[in-house]
Structure formats: C-alpha cells, structure tokens
C-alpha cells in the first residue's frame, strides 16, 4: 500500500489481512501526522480488492495512550483543537470503513486509544496488567461531542456513565464487560488471534455486501460525528 511512510506503522500483508503495527517506542501517541498515515493506509485498503480485512496492532504493553502531549500541553488551542478533530475524523473513518478493521489491543489504551478501540469492529485485548478507558474527566477534560456519541454507541448502557462521566478506566476483562473490547486472550496468542479473525472474516463476508450494510447500520451515527467534528473545527473548540 501507497501512501507516505512513519516511522511508528509498519504495514504488512497476511494474504487478504492488511496488518497495521503500530510502534513509536514509547506510548503510541497519536499525532497528526500519524492519524494521516493509518487514514492512508484505511483509504488503501478500502481500495484494494485483495484486502478483505484489517488488524491494527499495538506495542507490547502500549496499544495507545492518547494523543500526543507535546501537542496537547504546548497551549495553542488551534492546534490542539485540529489535533482533536483530526482524531476525531480518524475514529468515524474507522467506524464506517467498508472493510472490517480488527484491534489487537496489546495494553494500556486511554483517552484517544480507546476511542480508536470504539471505532473498530472486533476488538481483541490481551490479559495483560494494563489500563482501558476515557480518564479525560480525572484530568480536567471534556470529552468533544463527537467522542461522546460514539461511546454512547459501543459502551454498555450499564457501563456508560462510569466510563464517560466518572473515568472508570479498567482493566481488559473489566473493559470487555463495559464495551471497549469484545473478547481478552493471552498475550502471546493476540496477534494470531487477531488475524486469523480477520481472515475469517474476509473470507466469509461479501465485501459489497459487507460496505452497503455498514453504511445503512451506521450512518446516522456517522453523520451526526462529522456533523460534530465540523462544528469542533468551525469552533476552534478544546477539551
């Protein structure tokens, strides 16, 4: 797949997988130019007919903790509003994407991380010792509009206070029950695991059907998002 290089995704090919690793060394931190790199890589795909399915993978440890601090504490509130929107434009694309994206989620995924664990269809979670959720209220944040509708979406009604408007962050068989993860294997055996879902899925999906269906699920869901990451941009608005 086309599209300029960065040095925290690597992209490969398990026949019709495209497998999306993600490594910075450290955190996972989303900046713009990585959202603009896997949104590449998400438009590659679509386009692909030999790409049936996707799996984004994280870091031992670290599947994503968020976007990144130099930009979220460096006090330019245009930046950090774009750098937002961005992230926000990056999760609806991956929630309406035509083909069907796995996470292998390798450990801590907070803030933005989650978020991203809320815009894939399948998420798989290793057992590890690791922290999931939206802390974004324990750290003097409000969670942008376009945030709040896709939680309220994916998350456990039961769940959704605690995790939205408490910062209830958990680990991943407590995040599996609230909604951020849908099944929590060994550590050595998720990316296996992840993948060969993926080719279960590519394999026994019909991709037109697969996108048409996607659309009539979801759009309304989508819509109201881009509707919000708009106004967030037009806004100049902040966490």
């Known amino acids: 797949m086309s599209g300029p290089e960065h040095p925290a995704l690597r992209v490969e090919r398990r026949d019709a997988v495209a497998v999306w690793h993600l490594d910075d060394g450290k955190a996972n931190a989303l900046s713009t ?5 896997l949104r590449i890589q998400l438009d590659a795909a679509e386009a692909d007919p030999d790409v049936g399915a996707v799996v984004l993978h ?9 976007f990144d601090l ?3 504490r460096g006090g330019d509130p245009a930046a950090i509003s774009a750098l937002v929107s961005d992230g926000g434009d990056l999760v609806r694309a991956l929630y309406g994407a035509g083909v069907p994206v796995v996470a292998a989620c390798t450990g801590h995924a907070l803030a933005a991380g989650a978020l991203v664990l809320l815009g894939c269809d399948l998420r798989i979670g290793a057992d590890v010792d690791a922290k999931i959720g939206l802390n974004e209220v324990a750290i003097g944040m409000v969670l942008p509009d376009w945030a709040i509708t896709i939680a309220g979406e994916r998350l ?21 029950a609230a909604g951020f993860l849908d099944e929590v294997v060994s550590a050595d055996a998720l990316l296996d695991t992840a993948i060969d879902q993926a080719a279960a899925l590519a394999a026994s999906l019909d991709a037109g059907a697969y996108a048409r269906t996607v659309r009539a699920l979801r759009t309304p869901v989508l819509d109201r998002m881009g509707e919000q990451i708009a106004a967030d941009r037009a806004g100049g608005v902040t966490p």
Request: with cysteine; net charge positive.
């Open 156 to 176: 456990s009604r039961r769940h959704l206070q605690l995790a939205v408007a408490t910062a209830r962050v958990a680990p991943p068989r407590d995040a599996a």
């Open 33 to 37: 130019e990585l959202i603009a790199a």
């Open 70 to 72: 130099g930009v979220m």
């Open 58 to 66: 994280g870091r031992e440890g670290r599947f994503c903790a968020g």
